[in-house]
């Protein structure tokens, strides 16, 4: 078995029944991206672009900037999706030298894209260093804490004044569905995004009203709820409707027992670290869709993520 799945994690992932899901990783800097691409990743699904500011006083300039996502982008060649989100700071991730305000609820408050659109000054180098760093590869890049359109929207136009002022063409721009209100809302942000990330780690902490790192709740947040499980669906059929691919790239795509139920909901992508590359080529090998679609109307009519784990590993019995 480890050799065949070796063997599989070399090639393009197919589903049993020869549908194309990608397999991609979630990488904060170049040497991820090379460890994952040995690992059998098609590309990157998540550059943690957070990384590249963390753990020092001041904020990275455009020129460092530029040059960490060139690295990656020639790592990955002009083939491979290279998706990038921007910067994700605020709630859990605080910026030493970006002053956020204190608040009483930080992971509902300044977060994400939002420190972004706070901060146009800090934005904007961000988008120049993208475009003139990663601009000549497969670039994506992709909102973090979107809640819906206007965000988008607000977003797209600085891109594309940046794009404009260095004259290139505006990569694609997606958002992540990581927050209840845009996965409810996925019809309306599937008009105007070029592709949805579910962050189930945060979908699940929004749907849940259960703080995503609570040692007391850890059991109980769980991303395999049918609550959440029906918003990703949502957010797949909102993404087929438009054309639009839709990924995970949250942790749950890693676990070998949601695979099935994220593809019978219509997912094609799935992002997850270097090492769960292998296994997660060698479950994708095992599934049909078809399969794998009445599956997951099965577990949309179940009420809670026990019983949906419980029908998932009666399911994982029977496709080893
Ligand atoms: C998520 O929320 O699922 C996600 C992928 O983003 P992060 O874990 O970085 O918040
Ligand atoms: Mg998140």
């Known amino acids: 078995r480890q050799a065949s799945m070796q063997a ?17 990783a979630n990488v904060r800097h170049a040497g991820d991206a090379r460890e994952a691409l040995a690992a059998g990743a098609e590309g990157v699904g998540l ?8 753990a020092r006083d001041s904020a990275p300039d455009e ?24 910067l994700d700071v605020g709630g859990d991730k605080p910026l030493p030298y970006l002053p956020l305000p204190r608040e009483d609820n930080p992971f509902l408050g300044l977060r994400g894209i939002r420190v972004s659109l706070a901060h146009p000054e800090l934005f ?5 260093a993208l475009l003139r760093g990663a601009g000549q590869g497969d670039l994506h890049l992709m909102l973090p804490m979107v809640a819906g359109v206007e965000e988008l929207r607000e977003a797209r136009t600085l891109l594309q004044r940046e794009a404009d002022a260095l004259g290139v063409a505006a990569p694609k721009l997606g958002v992540m569905i990581e927050v209840p209100s845009a996965a409810l809302t996925a019809d309306a942000l ?17 749907t849940l009203a259960m703080d995503r790192g609570h040692a007391r709740l850890a059991a109980q ?16 059929e909102a993404g087929s409707r ?16 949601a695979v099935p139920a994220l593809l019978g909901l219509g997912v094609t992508e799935l992002s997850v670290p270097a090492p769960a590359v292998a296994a997660t080529k060698a479950t994708v090998a ?21 019983e949906v784990r419980a029908r998932l590993a009666d399911w994982e019995a029977a496709h080893a």
């Open 63 to 86: 020129a460092e900037q530029a040059a960490a996502y060139a690295e990656v982008a020639e790592a990955l060649g002009p083939q491979r999706p290279l998706v990038i989100r921007t």
């Open 47 to 54: 550059l943690r672009s957070e990384f590249l500011f963390d």
């Open 221 to 236: 947040a769980d991303a395999l709820h049918p609550a959440v499980l029906r918003l990703v669906g949502m957010t797949a």
């Open 286 to 306: 095992a599934q049909s869709l078809e399969d794998c679609r009445a599956l997951a109307a099965e577990l949309l009519r179940l009420g809670t993520a026990a």
């Open 124 to 128: 904007r180098v961000q988008l120049r």
């Open 190 to 206: 599937a008009a105007e995004a070029d592709f949805f990330s579910i962050g189930s780690n945060d979908l699940t902490q929004y």
């Open 8 to 24: 599989a994690a070399a090639r393009p992932a197919h589903s049993r029944c020869g549908a194309r899901i990608l397999v991609v």
């Open 242 to 257: 438009h054309g639009r691919w839709v990924g995970v790239c949250g942790a749950i795509a890693a676990d070998p027992l």
